[in-house]
C-alpha cells in the first residue's frame, strides 16, 4: 500500500539559510500534519491542513511556514535557521472522518 | 491541559510479556494510539482504542484502557527481539483528524 512520501530524507544546512521540506500524503487523503521530533524527544505538533486551509497550529515557530496545494500535497518552509532546528521532521495524512493518521519517514533536518 | 506521560524504560527478556503503560489528563480524548519508532526510522501505527471500549486485541498486542483512571496499556505477548523499539503513547481529542499529543516514549530492550 502507498505510504506517506517525504522529501528529503536528509538535510544538512548552515544557520540562518532556508529550507523547503515536502509531503506527499496517501492517496485520498485530505489532511497533512507536521510534527518536529528533537533527538531523544517526543514528535511535537506544528501545524496541519484540511482540504488546503489550516485546520490547528501548535508550537510551529514564526521563521516557518507551511502549506497544502491543490494536490494534497504539502511544503514545510523554514527560514533563518538555527542550530536548534536541527531534528526529525515528519509528516502525517490522513482521510477526514478516519481516526488513524500515517506517518511519513521523516526528513533529518542537520543545521550547521 | 494536555499530557500523556510513560515511564521511559523497559527490559524483557525474549518470550516474555511486555507491558507499557501510560497516563493520560485529558479526559476528552477520544482515541488513544500507540506507536513504534525503531532507531532512525519514522512511526508506525500499531493499534489504537476508542475511549468508550476498555479493550482491544490484535495478534499479540493487548490494549488495555481504564478510562476511570486514564490509564492505557500496551501488552505484547511472546516479546521477541525485533520488538525492540521505542513505544510512544499519543491522544487525539476530538477525532482522529485533530493533532497527537504524544508521551516521551518507552524504550523497550528485549534481551535474547
Request: net charge negative; hydrophobic share 30%; charged share 20%.
Amino acid at each position: 500500500a502507498a505510504g506517506v512520501i517525504q522529501s528529503p530524507r536528509h538535510l544538512i544546512k548552515e544557520k540562518r539559510e532556508t529550507a523547503t521540506l515536502k509531503c506527499y500524503p496517501i492517496p485520498r487523503h485530505d489532511t497533512v500534519y507536521w510534527y518536529q521530533q528533537g533527538p531523544g524527544q517526543d514528535p511535537q505538533f506544528l501545524i496541519s491542513f484540511y482540504e488546503k486551509m489550516q485546520s490547528d497550529k501548535g508550537s510551529i515557530p514564526d521563521r516557518f511556514s507551511a502549506q497544502q496545494f491543490s494536490d494534497y500535497h504539502s511544503e514545510l518552509n523554514m527560514s533563518s535557521l538555527e542550530l536548534g532546528d536541527s531534528a526529525l521532521y515528519f509528516c502525517a495524512s490522513s482521510r477526514f472522518g478516519e481516526e488513524t493518521q500515517y506517518f511519513g519517514p521523516g526528513t533529518r533536518l542537520l543545521v550547521l | 491541559g494536555e499530557d500523556v506521560e510513560q515511564s521511559l524504560f523497559l527490559s524483557v527478556r525474549e518470550g516474555d510479556s511486555s507491558v507499557i503503560n501510560c497516563t493520560y489528563t485529558d479526559s476528552s480524548s477520544t482515541y488513544l494510539y500507540w506507536y513504534k519508532q525503531e532507531p532512525g526510522a519514522g512511526l508506525q501505527l500499531l493499534t489504537y482504542i476508542f475511549s468508550n471500549m476498555d479493550m482491544k486485541q490484535d495478534q499479540r498486542l493487548t490494549v488495555l484502557l481504564n478510562k476511570k483512571d486514564k490509564h492505557l496499556s500496551l501488552r505484547i505477548a511472546d516479546t521477541q527481539t525485533g520488538d525492540s523499539a521505542i513505544y510512544f503513547c499519543a491522544e487525539s481529542l476530538y477525532s482522529g483528524n485533530t493533532p497527537l499529543v504524544f508521551g516521551k516514549g518507552t524504550r523497550l530492550s528485549v534481551i535474547a
